[in-house]
């Protein structure tokens, strides 16, 4: 994939120019160029990443590619944990939310399933991750808190639920279309579809917060 395909998995959303972003696991940034791409100069966009020599070479990707880098805002930080930006328009996730395990519920009944009831080694990254506490529906209920009512999170996933070591954790669009509500966004939308060789497809998908009143 090039920076048209990852451009092109988001451009389906329509997104609004400018407003404040985040992308969460930004690693070497191929979806932060995309997300500037898409919502312009004016746009502050925060990329989140514990690898800091990611987060330079997302850096200088960035500056090569548009210029300058006056509205991005490099955070060497754990997304799971507190962050300090403003309440945010819309978060990009992309190939992140795999390193956390499903809920314990949806765990049980795909590997009662033949499903996701991996017994396999995990790379390092996943490693500390999957040392954390938090799961898939603690990550996406953090997301929400983040974003303003109605903010987009933009979904960037392995259309699969068992994955390898290096993809330990999976999330297909169906089993997020059932997370994603009970996390407390609307019913995600499918934005498209990539073919992958390692592991079958890589889809897009938007939801948005909703705004609950109590």
Do not use: C
């Not at 999957?130 to 603690?138: C, F, N």
Request: charged share 25%.
């Amino acid at each position: 994939m090039d920076h048209a395909d990852h451009a092109n998995l988001l451009k389906t959303a329509g997104l609004a120019p400018a407003g404040a972003w985040a992308d969460l696991g930004a690693g070497s940034g191929a979806f932060t160029l995309a997300l500037r791409e898409l919502v312009g100069a004016e746009a502050a966009i925060y990329a989140v990443d514990q690898d800091r020599g990611a987060l330079r070479e997302l850096e200088r990707a960035y500056r090569a590619r548009f210029g300058d880098a006056q509205n991005l805002h490099i955070l060497p930080e754990d997304f799971t944990r507190a962050l300090q930006f403003p309440p945010l328009d819309g978060v990009v996730m992309a190939n992140s939310l795999h390193y956390y395990k499903n809920p314990k519920r949806d765990a049980d009944e795909r590997g009662g399933r033949g499903g996701n009831s991996m017994r396999v080694r995990v790379n390092a990254r996943a490693a500390r991750s999957a040392s954390s506490s938090s799961d898939k529906m603690s990550i996406l209920e953090h997301v929400g808190s983040l974003l303003k009512p109605h903010g987009i999170l933009l979904l960037v996933e392995y259309n699969v639920d068992s994955g390898n070591p290096w993809v330990p954790y999976p999330i297909s669009f169906e089993t997020f279309r059932s997370l994603a509500p009970r996390a407390g966004f609307s019913e995600p939308r499918l934005l498209g579809t990539v073919p992958s060789r390692f592991l079958r497809e890589i889809y897009s998908a938007m939801a948005h917060r909703e705004d609950i009143h109590h």
